[in-house]
């Protein structure tokens, strides 16, 4: 009775050293039989040569919907090379995507969308997010404080939320703006506070972000605006 071990590759061509698949087993009999196009009968193949599937290795790429894994059906045989050269004309990649997925090996990469985060595997996890946050500080705000440059990309940005406090006195008005709209008019306190309610929120590329102190009320040492972002697709 011939043996049929199916195996499935998930090919991950978005990190580096990611594209050669190890094998696991000292001697991997390759005796899933790929069938032609024409669906021929299934056939014997021997062992890797090596440690590592190469160009030269076939394997069998069928339809998931073909169960029977009989003579015919939709499967087919393809080189290694074949399909790396196939994968990589590709416009649209796929990843896992699912809430508290595990990532536990090197290469492995998927979306957590607890917080839609894409994550991968290098040694160990690795996080990206797509926020971004910035903070300042002034010292001794005065409502004289006008127009201060504060923050610039090279790429669009959306603002999404706003955070700050004051250090002493009581409070100090903080005004965030493109130089001619304003975001915001923030109350900051001695207790953090916080708004996602904002206008004229979005900035260009190179568009400038300035701060303007509005009434500061006792004597504030410090006031600390933070705000998180998003980047603009180009």
């Known amino acids: 009775m011939k043996k049929i071990i199916l195996l499935l590759f998930i090919l991950i061509f978005l990190f580096s050293g990611c594209v050669t698949l190890k094998k696991d087993f000292d001697q991997l009999d390759k005796d899933i ?4 196009e024409s669906g021929t009968k299934w056939s014997s193949y021997g062992p890797l040569t090596s440690g590592n599937i190469g160009d030269s290795d076939d394997f069998l790429v069928r339809d998931i919907s073909d169960q029977t894994l009989g003579s015919t059906g939709t499967q087919k045989r393809y080189s290694f090379s074949a399909l790396k050269t196939d994968l990589q004309s590709i416009s649209e990649f796929g990843f896992p995507y699912d809430a508290n997925i595990t990532l536990d090996e090197d ?7 607890t917080d839609n985060q894409l994550l991968y595997y290098s ?5 990206l997010t797509y926020k971004y946050r910035q903070c300042f500080t002034l010292e001794s705000p005065s409502d004289s404080d006008d127009n201060i440059p504060i923050f610039s990309l090279d790429d669009g940005f959306t603002v999404t939320r706003l955070d700050c406090r004051v250090m002493g006195g009581t409070s100090a008005v903080v005004v965030l703006n493109d130089g001619t709209n304003n975001l915001d008019s923030m109350t900051c306190l001695t207790t953090e506070t916080s ?3 904002l206008s004229n929120n979005t900035f260009t590329a190179l568009e400038g972000m300035e701060c303007d102190i509005g009434t500061v009320t006792g004597s504030v040492d410090w006031v600390r605006m933070c705000f998180t972002y998003t980047i603009t697709r180009e």
């Open 33 to 36: 039989e790929a069938a032609t």
């Open 107 to 113: 290469c492995e990469a998927g979306v957590d969308t």
């Open 123 to 127: 040694g160990a996890l690795r996080v």
């Open 195 to 197: 708004d996602t309610s």
